[in-house]
């Protein structure tokens, strides 16, 4: 229920499937004079549901979580709840994922190891309206529409499309064909069709060199 002392913030939804992370996000939000959490889940599907039932101002979402890519509900919040401004707290390389989150519709990006302030300033700017990424996001765009072409240090993973990569990092968790058919809600030839695309554009010779790969990147990932 909302007080009269709570009318005036502004409302947040967190989307991430670590537990510990949406306490702390939760407690550092709380303790904001003008930001609120309105509500919380620990999936991509889950959280497109009550988002679209809390309708809050602003929604914070991670990118890799169970129940859909964080990619695909911020396309999903977009669509059902184009008023509902969306920011992004993950651990993955925000060059790999920064450009992909702001396509899907994403107005910010912060990674997981930044301090609380910059998650903060993040959400209090993209309810203001503006563009909340770093100077290393900044500069890579910069490279790619105004020089017409990326940095040298993007990962190759970056030319996979984003479903491409959502079956990419779930190979890198150990997933096995038919499992991340079920994740995705598509059919396992079409996993299949992912993995030979993905393996061709990688220049991968064989499941086996696709799965090394997916979970050498993985585990980078992790280490951020």
């Known amino acids: ?21 949406r306490e702390w996000l939760a407690a550092l939000i709380n303790q904001q004079s003008d930001l609120m959490v309105c509500g919380e889940a620990g999936s991509a599907s889950e959280g497109l549901h009550l988002i ?9 979402v991670d990118i890799s979580m169970e129940g859909g ?15 509902v401004v969306v920011t992004v707290l993950s651990v993955h390389d925000e060059l790999i994922y920064g450009e992909r ?21 993040a959400i209090r700017s993209v309810l203001k309206g503006e563009l909340y990424i770093s100077e290393k996001i900044a500069v890579a765009l910069a490279k790619k529409y105004v020089e017409g ?22 190979l890198g968790r150990g997933w096995a064909t038919r499992q991340i ?5 598509i059919s396992f030839r079409t996993v299949q069709a992912f993995c030979a695309r993905i393996k061709e554009k990688l220049n991968l010779a064989s499941a086996t060199e696709l799965l090394q790969e997916a979970m050498r990147w993985h585990d980078s990932q992790q280490k951020g």
């Open 101 to 121: 989150a702001l396509r899907a519709g994403a107005r910010g990006y912060t990674m997981k190891r930044e301090a609380t302030g910059n998650v903060l300033q």
């Open 149 to 170: 072409k990326p940095p040298a240090t993007v990962s190759p993973v970056e030319i996979l499309s984003d479903r491409e990569l959502e079956v990419f990092e779930l």
């Open 69 to 83: 890519s964080g990619i695909e509900l911020i396309k999903g919040i977009k669509a059902v709840c184009p008023e």
């Open 181 to 185: 058919a079920n994740e995705m809600r």
């Open 1 to 21: 229920m909302t007080t009269d002392a709570d009318s005036g913030k502004k409302r947040v939804f967190i989307v991430d499937d670590h537990p510990l992370v």
């Open 52 to 60: 679209s039932a809390a309708k809050p101002h602003a929604a914070v």
